[in-house]
């Protein structure tokens, strides 16, 4: 893999006073993907947020391409938990892409210019919707939503790519056409990724490392050295289990959402 590209030391997130996550330290080089795993409240959108360079207020040192992140927002793309579009403004789906790039270009109008459009077809051809492009927005599947806000947040041409649980309102179905498109992204795009997930098991195909978070820092390795019985229980519970599958690891966290409350 490449050169680093993120490097966390020690760092707190606040909200006021509030300290929402603590003491997290790690390195990501270029080009890789990472799972950002933990259970409700554990902090993952609050890290991504920050890594974003949408929330400031942290100690400790986050560096992403070698600066403070809010200098360098226009290299990164944040697609965030729950979108947040107006349904009843009638957007056709090519739209809402093009609004990914006069958004990053600091306009937005209402004649959006030709090589934007063109700009925002490409990417829609790229994440296999260059059909519906005319299509409203509101009346797509959930599957089709999601690859229409992954086309906006390429449109800027980003180099780092943050998606706040990209599959958790969809069906498997819808899910694996998600998953095959960030698997695109990343063999064709190599763009570096952090994913939020509750459910790595359909992501372990492209994680080339997993961070588990609970306020602070579990585990950070590969997913074999992460995904293991004696780390995984620490945050889900005794009945939390890994196994691996041919070359890949799954792991059956069931349903555990506070810190580090186990189920017995
Ligand atoms: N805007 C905010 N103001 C105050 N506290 C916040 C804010 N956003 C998050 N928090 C708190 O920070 C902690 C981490 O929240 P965060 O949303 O980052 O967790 P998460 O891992 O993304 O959870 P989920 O899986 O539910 O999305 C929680 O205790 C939460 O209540
Ligand atoms: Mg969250």
């Known amino acids: 893999m490449g050169e ?3 490097i966390a030391e020690n760092l707190t997130i606040y ?3 509030y300290r929402a996550v603590e003491d997290i330290t790690f390195r990501l080089s270029s080009g890789e993907t990472l799972l950002l795993l933990g259970p409700n409240g554990a902090g993952k959108t609050s890290l991504l947020r920050t890594i974003a360079g949408l929330h400031k207020s ?7 391409f070698g600066k403070p992140p809010a200098e360098v927002k226009d290299l990164i793309s944040y697609v965030p938990q729950s979108h947040s579009l107006n349904e009843r403004v009638p957007l056709k789906a090519i739209e809402v892409v093009a609004m990914g790039a006069l958004y990053k270009r600091g306009f937005i109008h209402f004649n959006i210019p030709k090589s934007v459009l063109k700009e925002a077809e490409e990417a829609l051809e790229f994440v296999g919707l260059g059909d519906i492009k005319n299509k409203r927005f ?3 599947s959930g599957g089709q939503k999601q690859r229409v806000l992954l086309a906006r947040a390429l449109v800027s041409k980003p180099k780092l790519l943050l998606l706040d649980e990209p599959l958790s309102a969809l069906d ?3 899910r694996v056409e998600v998953v095959s498109v960030l698997a695109k992204i990343k063999r064709e795009m190599r763009i570096t990724m952090i994913i939020t997930t509750h459910d790595p098991n359909p992501l372990t195909e492209i994680g080339d ?3 588990l978070v609970n306020k602070r820092l579990v585990a950070f390795g590969t997913p074999e050295e992460v995904l293991r019985d004696e780390i995984i229980t620490k945050v ?3 009945l939390a289990k890994a196994v691996k599958v041919g070359e890949r690891m799954y792991c059956f966290i069931g349903d555990v959402h506070i810190h580090g409350r186990e189920r017995r």
């Open 138 to 140: 509101a009346e797509l």
């Open 58 to 64: 942290y100690t400790g040192k986050l560096l992403v």
């Open 4 to 6: 680093i590209l993120i």
């Open 15 to 17: 909200y006021d006073g």
């Open 209 to 211: 490392k997993v961070m």
């Open 172 to 174: 498997p179905s819808a």
């Open 236 to 238: 889900y519970g005794s």
